[in-house]
């Protein structure tokens, strides 16, 4: 079975960074790895994605401050995130899919979440 495990998540201020990690296992790759954030009552949205070829797409809110990356076995995704501002408050999730894509539903599998709080 496919599992995926957040870390990172935590206070900090503006203007400050921090980097979220997801180790994935129980998956047949290629597989893409992507993060969500869900805002403060609002739906989830699509953050940043990147495929087994290492090609990256990132949503125009976080576009110049986040960046994706994955380790070389292409199990472990991360997201740097710099310049952090309020708005980006959310719980983050990582997902994993057939497809590099910003919706939600073209994803099969789902970390628990990791909040991350700027203040």
């Known amino acids: 079975d496919v599992q995926l495990v957040e870390s990172g998540g935590g206070s900090v201020q503006a203007g400050g960074s921090r980097r979220l990690s997801c180790v994935a296992s129980?998956?047949?790759?290629?597989?893409?790895m992507a993060w969500f954030r869900r805002l403060p009552g609002q739906e989830r949205e699509g953050v940043a994605a990147?495929?087994?070829?290492?090609?990256?797409n990132y949503a125009d809110s976080v576009k110049g401050r986040f960046t994706i990356s994955q380790d070389n076995a292409k199990t472990t995704a991360y997201l740097q995130m710099d310049n952090l501002k309020p708005e980006d408050t959310a719980i983050y999730y990582c997902?994993?899919?057939?497809?590099?894509?910003?919706?939600?539903?073209?994803?099969?599998?789902w970390g628990q979440g990791t909040q991350v709080t700027v203040s």
């Open positions: 997902a994993v899919g057939e497809f590099c894509s910003p919706s939600w539903w073209e994803y099969t599998n």
């Open positions: 990147i495929g087994g070829d290492g090609r990256t």
């Open positions: 129980g998956y047949t790759l290629p597989m893409y």
